[in-house]
Structure formats: structure tokens, C-alpha cells
């Protein structure tokens, strides 16, 4: 059996961090507009990736059909909203809510995938949801109740989230016929262009920022984008995927952590239990919804 070169465990941990200083950084560019970010995030990591794309997968934008080129589109436009407007709700609300509330996707997109079918989710996942609900009851009533515009940053974070499933639901449809890298490369592309359209309509300045904002900037295409997320997907070569959304889950955990020691950035009470709350249900919808294997009995 082939070993992986390095620890699965570890480099889903190694990702966890790289992803988790997403929101801080997008707060040390605050003098950016959300889009601005959005637009430098997506182009940089696209102009990262054409020497890869180039090398590898030149031959994927011949075998392409129209039809894969809209769903590319769509993705990319998709992607950008999200971004847009998760960047946004982070100028308004503290990373607690935005991180907690932006990690429940993995249960929009079951819902997205249930009401497109049709069908029935199981009672644990019903429970499981359940719970996740009330989390967000929970920050949702305790920013409201602070007044100023977290509650206004916690919405925005949920419409990010929703966009994010949606994104995710029609993005599996492209990635059965095409790899990962290309797939990547031609959404932050179109990602990109989009933005750059909707900046430069609106007359968003994509200049005028002092050091401390760039650099994050550059950070925030490299570091979560490439380290944290390349990560995820090695990982998922050598263990279950349940493993891996469960890593995740601790995303908005070290989050908080970073905002804490970097931006001094203090949780709430209702911040920190309604996050307790969602994480647990999240956890507990990964374990009822996992795959469970076949056992087999062999006969003698």
C-alpha cells in the first residue's frame, strides 16, 4: 500500500490556519472596498495558476463544450458574489459571526440538493440542522441586540453562505468532466473579469492603499487560497472526506483566535455559544450524513 509523503492529519491543519486567516486579513485591508478585495483575491490566484494551467491542462479548453463554458461563467459569477459579499459583511460584523455563520454551507448545500430532488434527509440530519438553526437564532438576536451594523454584517454573511452552496451545487456538475486545477483557473478567471466590470462601473478606486493593506491583500490570494485550500484537496487523496469537513469545522475556531491576538478583536457571549451551538450541529450533521461502508461476508 502507498504511503502519503506527509501527514494527511497535519496538512489538514496546516490548511485549517491557512484558511482561517481569511477574515482577518480581509479585515486588515479594510481600506479596500469588499469588491476591490474580491477582485484582487480572484485575479492574482488566476495569474498564479496559467503557468500550471499552461504546462498541464493546456488541452482542457479545446475539449470544452459551450455548454461547460456557461456553467464556468455562472460559477465565476457565482464565486464572485459570494466573496463580494462575505468581504463586506466582515467591514460590518466581527469575524465570530461572519466565520460561524459562513461555515454552514455544507448544510445549504444539502438543503439545495434535497429541494432540487425532492427528496427526504434522514432524522440525524434533520436534528443536526436543527440545532445548526438555532446557533444562528442565537448570534442573529445577540447582534441585533448590540445595535450599530452587526446585524446588517451577520445577513450579508448569510447571503454568502446560501451563494456559496449554490456555487458548490453547480460546480459539481462542471468538475465531473473537467480536472480541479482547470476548473479553479477558469472560474477565478471569469470570477475576476466580473468584478473588474462591476469596480470599474463603480467607479471603485483599485489604488490609494497604504503597505499594511496590500500586503494582506497578497496574502489573502497565496496563502488561503493556494496553501489552505491545495491542502484540503491533497488530503482528501488519502483519506475519507469526512475527515476533512470535520477539520474544517474548527475554520471559524482558529479564526477567532487569530482576530483575538491580531485585531484584538473580543467575542461576545451570544457570539461565542451561538458559534458552540452551530459547530456542534455541524458535527453532528457531517456524522449523519457520512457514507457508511458496505460490510461484506465472504463465503466458505
Not at 85 to 110: G, M, Y
Not at 228 to 241: P, R
Request: with cysteine.
Amino acid at each position: 500500500m502507498r504511503l502519503p509523503p506527509f501527514n494527511p492529519k497535519l496538512a489538514i491543519a496546516i490548511g485549517v490556519a491557512a484558511v482561517s486567516l481569511t477574515a482577518v486579513l480581509v479585515k486588515l485591508a479594510d481600506q479596500a472596498p469588499a469588491s476591490i478585495i474580491a477582485n484582487y483575491r480572484l485575479l492574482i490566484a488566476a495569474i498564479a495558476l496559467i503557468p500550471f494551467v499552461l504546462l498541464h491542462h493546456r488541452k482542457d479548453m479545446k475539449q470544452l463544450k459551450p455548454s461547460s463554458w456557461a456553467l464556468l461563467a455562472a460559477c465565476g459569477v457565482l464565486l464572485a458574489i459570494h466573496l463580494s459579499l462575505f468581504f463586506e459583511s466582515l467591514h460590518h460584523t466581527s469575524v465570530a459571526s461572519a466565520a460561524s455563520l459562513v461555515v454552514l454551507q455544507p448544510i445549504a448545500v444539502l438543503l439545495l440538493g434535497l429541494f432540487m430532488s425532492r427528496e427526504k434527509f434522514s432524522q440525524g440530519a434533520a436534528i443536526s440542522i436543527t440545532i445548526a438553526f438555532i446557533g444562528i437564532l442565537i448570534i442573529l438576536i445577540g447582534d441585533y441586540m448590540m445595535g450599530g451594523s452587526n446585524f446588517y454584517g451577520d445577513v450579508l454573511a448569510l447571503a454568502s453562505m446560501v451563494i456559496l452552496a449554490v456555487y458548490y451545487t453547480l460546480g459539481q456538475r462542471v468538475r465531473m468532466y473537467l480536472n480541479l486545477l482547470s476548473y479553479t483557473f477558469f472560474v477565478y478567471v471569469f470570477g475576476g473579469i466580473i468584478l473588474l466590470l462591476f469596480n470599474l462601473g463603480f467607479s471603485n478606486s483599485f489604488t490609494g492603499f497604504d503597505t499594511s493593506a496590500w500586503l494582506s491583500i497578497i496574502i489573502l490570494a497565496l496563502v488561503p487560497t493556494f496553501l489552505g485550500y491545495s491542502l484540503f484537496n491533497w488530503a482528501l487523496k488519502w483519506i475519507q472526506a469526512q475527515t476533512v469537513q470535520t477539520g474544517m469545522i474548527f475554520e471559524p475556531v482558529v479564526a477567532v483566535i487569530l482576530a483575538f491576538f491580531i485585531l484584538h478583536e473580543h467575542v461576545t457571549g451570544t457570539q461565542l455559544l451561538g458559534g458552540a451551538v452551530i459547530l456542534f450541529g455541524l458535527f453532528l450533521f457531517i456524522m449523519s450524513t457520512a457514507r457508511k461502508p458496505k460490510v461484506t461476508i465472504s463465503k466458505k
